[in-house]
């Protein structure tokens, strides 16, 4: 074959940059609202119009301050419009966004923020006393800045500049410069459950790209007739694109500051008119169990994107059967920035009986255009799509990560990145999440999946949260024990939970016992925190275990590592 000059297309080669989001939102959707309850406590409105040119005066802020492009300007900041300004105002010339997560210990903060090299760090006052730690452990930070005005900045030992002083001097007078899509955008730390947080360096290509995917109808499905509250933070993976995704879609934003209790989300929702929301299991929980106390209904929500941790099936009835309210089950990660798959239906699905279309949407759903996945079995190779085969879930796309900030080796196997989650993939290209890798229970070789196994039992009425864990045993090397936090006044016994099971899973499936505990532990991005909780059962004897450990005279009784 002769090698020929590939004819290429003749259309422009503009990049695919962060600020023409925001320019878009500002030029055609100038007065749509964006509505934030400040920390202050009240409500701020004002238009995508407003908000650019904050953002351009942030910027030129920024800039005055010597702020170069691809330096790291940091925000530990619930989700509000001065967030979206810095979103905007530190990527928008070329410097990146760094996002932290301020749930994480302080040491790991003060850790990402060293290993970020963060030039500034804008925090809203709530986090004062943390900045106050941080800052003697952070001596390469040029300055600290209060999200605040003047008559808002708490006491402070740490010298610290004020938002909106910074803001008041500049015009906004201020062209976005032309930005290479490949340059770096936003940085986001993982959660760190085992070592330190490893950092994820989107980039405007990623970041737009995503910003499309995200918006696609069988994906979040945004448009400009949503008004859209992100529960998911906005220091969590970019609260799952939302900030971008609206001023693309022309999206009203209603942020929820910091409370995120059931009742104050409940009457923002209420009183903006909110039609989609987003947000982990966790606290959607909350919210369900104030409608129930208070006996209320939603007015205008009628969607909500569910995902970070799986989404019990009990949570997705629930919201559908009493509150009319389509659950979008998902599944993402930092590394994926984060959007993956989601759980909408094709026409002939829905032409399925009730009780069929349901278990599809329980599973983490199918990939969206960007996305491409497999399951790989422990040789590497490929396992089948038929719903039954478990694997190693591996993925690749113009969103997916190639390497770690600041780290040389790369994380990908032949190209592809382990997500390291376990998954089977249907038949209907769905995929169901069974476990992490490293909290899968093996017994007797096969694989249990610890959430199906939560999923049932905390359909119970009497069980406010549960988990599930391998624990040692002689003759199966691993079983699984369920840890449960009952509801507050309820009460259930473990021969009656383990009865629940009958009949719901497989017979192998069900634990061997059941620990009672007043609550589990979380990570930082609300995860349960499986390490942790192996920790503290690792000396938890099963009944069963003794029962076979006669059988088995010469196998050790050894803790489970
Ligand atoms: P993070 O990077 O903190 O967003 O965490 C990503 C991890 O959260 C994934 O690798 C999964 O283990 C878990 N996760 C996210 N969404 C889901 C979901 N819908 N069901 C089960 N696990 C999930």
Known sequence: MTMTTPLLGQMMDVPLTVPSLLTHAARHFGSTE???????????????????????????????????????????????YRHLEAYYG???????????????????????????????????????????????????????????????????????????????????????????ERQASYLCYTSGTTGNPKGALYSHRSTVLHAFGASLPDAMGLSARDAVLPVVPMFHVNAWGIPHAAPLTGAKLVFPGKDLDGKSLYELMESEHVTFSAGVPTVWLGLLNYLREAGVKFSSLNRTVIGGSACPPAMLRTFEDDYGVQVIHAWGMTEMSPLGTLSKLTWEQSQRPPAEQRKLLEKQGHAIFGVDMKIVGDDGRSLPWDGVAFGDLHVRGPWVIDRYFRKDESPLVDGWFPTGDVATIDPDSFLQITDRSKDVIKSGGEWISSIDIENVAIAHPAVAEAACIACAHPKWTERPLLVVVKRPGMDVSRETLLAFYDGKVAKWWIPDDVAFVDELPHTATGKLQKLKLRDIFRDHVLPSALEDQKDCPLTPLSPHA
């Not at 409500?43 to 942030?58: I, M, N, V």
């Not at 996002?99 to 040491?107: A, E």
Request: with cysteine; hydrophobic share 45%.
């Open 34 to 80: 964006i509505v934030s309850r400040r920390i202050e406590g009240d409500l701020h409105r004002y238009t995508y119009r407003d908000c650019e040119k904050r953002a351009k005066q942030l910027a030129q802020a920024l800039i005055a301050l010597g702020v170069a492009p691809g330096e790291r300007v940091a925000t530990l900041a619930w989700n509000g």
């Open 90 to 180: 530190t990527v928008g010339f070329g410097a990146v966004c760094h996002t932290i997560n301020p749930r994480l210990f302080p040491d790991q903060i003060a850790y990402i923020v060293n290993h970020a090299d963060d030039a500034y760090v804008l925090f809203d006052t709530t986090f004062a006393p943390l900045v106050d730690h941080l800052a003697p452990q952070c001596p390469k930070v040029r300055g600290w800045i209060a999200l605040a005005d003047v008559g808002h900045l708490p006491a402070m030992q740490t010298p610290v500049l004020n938002y909106e002083t910074l803001l008041q001097a500049q015009d906004g007078q201020f062209e976005w410069p032309e930005l290479d």
